[in-house]
């Protein structure tokens, strides 16, 4: 008898980002509601009690694995790990010849969540035992998630074969902790402007040799607005993963160039009191080259800011567009949307809802 539900393959904070945020709240509020789930945390998380549970282990596998003497040990512990769960949730690609094993051999339920719409060009980069797992995977019983629409449709133009409809579920809890105060710093910023913009970015991704978080681009627009509200408005550009100081020097000698370095908040490194950012916020930007469902743009809706955001894929509801690369638009956008009032806070376990009852089904089916 399996002592535990769920194990989510995926690290949780650190490192912060969209995926490691979603899994901390998914996780939370599944053991809330009485199903007992876990994930994995890397070698620099120093939380104890995630440490000390049995639900969390450390993960021991990187790229080098796969290519080193290495790779039957860590396997080893990887499905040693998994051997406790009913269910095993795949999110993204880099374990799954690993999840194709467990499926094989184990016959655990398998779930899988696509979070991104780089798919094709990812696919095209796997290995050739990668791609035979993610072919296996796809032609077997394992439940097949997309964060999108574009995600799916991305899915579904490879040449892959699947099984099971891919059903879309976007990767959102909505966030219940506990509000805190900002650091004097931000704040003492926030009240110094009429209107706040925030920006974020988790780190310096390039697809197809573009930024896709579109830093500059945020950059860019913002010393347009400074100069159309005479400086009444600031920006709160947010960078997570600051290990690329490089990427970080360059955005700075832009904002120099253009003579604003000094007019944003540099935020580097997660902020623990986003959501009372979010609430300060009045205009959240996003103007991304491609995405999945964010996290950060559902969670600004529901504390009530605007979004503007890149027409690249489907945005939720709520979210204002603006015709990607075209800089006037986006600015013009902009402008219009902050001269709007502040939306209605709107917070939804829609959801979450939906993985739950997934997990809930294949406990069921399966006679977990």
Not at 39 to 65: C, G, Q
Not at 135 to 153: F, G, H, M, P, T
Not at 179 to 205: A, C, E, V, W
Not at 325 to 354: I, Q, W
């Amino acid at each position: 008898m399996k002592k535990f539900d769920v194990k989510e393959y995926s690290l949780i904070p650190p490192p912060f980002g969209g995926v490691s945020v979603y899994l901390v709240r998914l996780i939370r509020q599944l053991n809330h509601d009485g199903i007992k789930a876990g994930a994995y945390y890397s070698f620099d998380n120093n939380d104890s009690e995630i440490k000390e549970s049995p639900l969390f282990d450390l993960f021991v596998w990187d790229k080098s694995v796969s290519r080193t003497r290495r790779f039957i040990s860590h396997f080893k512990r990887m499905i040693k790990a998994s051997s406790d769960y009913k269910i095993i949730h795949i999110h993204g690609h880099e374990v799954m010849i690993l999840a194709a094993f467990v499926h094989l051999v184990r016959r655990q339920a398998i779930v899988i969540t696509i979070h991104n719409a780089m798919i094709i060009e990812t696919y095209s980069r796997f290995s050739y035992f990668k791609k035979q797992a993610f072919n296996y995977l796809a032609r077997s019983d394992a439940r097949w998630i997309a964060v999108s629409e574009q995600a799916k449709e991305r899915l579904l133009a490879l040449p892959v074969r699947f099984r099971h409809p891919i059903e879309v579920i976007p990767a959102y809890v909505p966030d219940t902790s506990e509000i805190q105060p900002l650091p004097k710093p931000l704040m003492d910023y926030l009240n110094h402007h009429k209107k706040i913009i925030t920006f974020y970015g988790r780190s310096f991704m390039v697809f197809k040799g573009q930024d896709v978080y579109g830093f500059q681009t945020a950059i860019r627009m913002y010393s347009r607005l400074i100069n159309y509200y005479n400086e009444a408005v600031g920006l709160v550009l947010c960078i997570s993963d600051v290990s690329d100081s490089k990427s970080i020097e360059k955005l700075h000698r832009l904002a120099l160039e253009l003579h604003i370095d000094d007019a944003i908040f540099w935020q580097m490194g997660a902020i623990k009191e986003i959501r009372s950012l979010w609430r300060g916020t009045d205009l959240y930007i996003r103007p991304t080259v491609t995405d999945g469902d964010s996290v950060s743009i559902r969670d600004v809706l529901a504390e009530g800011a605007a979004v503007v955001a890149s027409d690249v894929c489907q945005r939720p509801g709520g979210v204002v567009t603006y015709r990607y690369g075209d800089d006037d638009d986006f600015f013009n956008t902009c402008v219009n949307t902050l001269n709007k009032s502040r939306l209605a806070p709107n917070e939804s376990f829609h959801y979450y809802n939906m993985i739950k009852g997934i997990y809930l089904s294949l406990m069921e089916e399966n006679r977990l």
